[in-house]
């Protein structure tokens, strides 16, 4: 089993900066998979980036240049610093992991957080 907690989101002026964790614990096998997703009322739960056991990483065109996915692998623990964070920004942050290797597709994520709120001001 897999229990994901996110921290660090906040209210941030356009422009500002923050960093998102999403602590994961369960084995390292079911987590082969880890990505953030945002949602708003408005929308769709919205692929942000994706770390995959490969190596490989995929960030959504809208947050290229401007959000970097680490991990630290001691602490477990996924990192998501966003800087020159725009209104648009503002959304219900979500870490999710699978023991498959996954790209943006939120149904195919078997594990989620409880979400950490980020909201951007003009």
């Known amino acids: 089993q897999v229990r994901l907690v996110e921290s660090g989101g906040g209210s941030v002026e356009a422009g500002g900066s923050l960093r998102l964790s999403c602590a994961a614990s369960?084995?390292?096998?079911?987590?082969?998979?880890m990505a953030w997703f945002r949602q708003t009322p408005a929308m769709e739960r919205e692929g942000v980036v994706v770390?995959?056991?490969?190596?490989?990483?995929a960030y959504a065109d809208s947050v290229v240049g401007r959000f970097t996915i680490s991990q630290d692998n001691t602490k477990n623990t996924l990192y998501l610093q966003m800087n020159n964070l725009k209104p648009e920004d503002t959304a219900m942050y979500y870490c999710a992991a699978d023991d498959r290797l996954r790209w943006f597709r939120a149904e195919d994520y078997n594990y989620w957080g409880q979400g950490t709120q980020v909201t951007v001001s003009s």
């Open positions: 770390y995959r056991a490969d190596g490989s990483t």
């Open positions: 369960g084995h390292p096998a079911s987590r082969n998979s």
